[in-house]
């Protein structure tokens, strides 16, 4: 596997999803991608060549986002909370910096098993959009007059 599939654990998050049979859209252009279909499942569908907006539409309207991917400053979660999406995020990687446990849930580790329980905690969980979007502003200062968010 090439690095850009160990940085990112696509190939884990797909393992789980084809554990639990549980559906999933994955935003991916890059290489391996035909090494990733090849050990996914029908319920894992892969979403190519997707525009920037596309994305913020994408993640805006999903129920949760899974980052696990070792990230050095935890873009992808940032982007997630300033939509109000819950993130199922790597404890080791910079977005666990931006942890809050109203707002994510974190993984000690990327064993698959212990990945699934975390998985299934995270869905039990009644996730509040307008309380997100509450504790974002306030923890990241977003509250405060001339402060835009590009």
């Known amino acids: 596997w090439r690095i850009v599939i160990f940085l990112k654990d696509v190939d884990r998050i797909i393992y789980l999803f084809n554990q639990t049979w549980k559906k999933i859209k994955i935003i991916w252009n890059w290489p391996d ?17 997707v525009y920037w ?14 980052s696990l991917w070792r990230e050095s400053f935890g873009m992808t979660a940032i982007e997630a909370l300033c939509q109000w999406v819950p993130v199922l995020c790597y404890s080791k990687s910079a977005s666990s910096e931006f942890i809050c446990e109203k707002t994510w849930v974190a993984c000690e580790s990327l064993d698959i098993d212990q990945l699934e329980e975390k998985l299934d905690y995270f869905e039990s969980k009644k996730w509040d959009r307008s309380n997100i979007q509450d504790l974002g502003r306030f923890r990241y200062n977003l509250h405060k007059k001339n402060v835009f968010i590009v």
């Open 33 to 49: 991608l035909e090494k990733l279909r090849h050990i996914a499942l029908p319920n894992v569908e892969f979403l190519l060549s």
């Open 53 to 66: 907006q596309d994305k913020y539409d994408i993640v805006a309207k999903s129920k949760w986002l899974i």
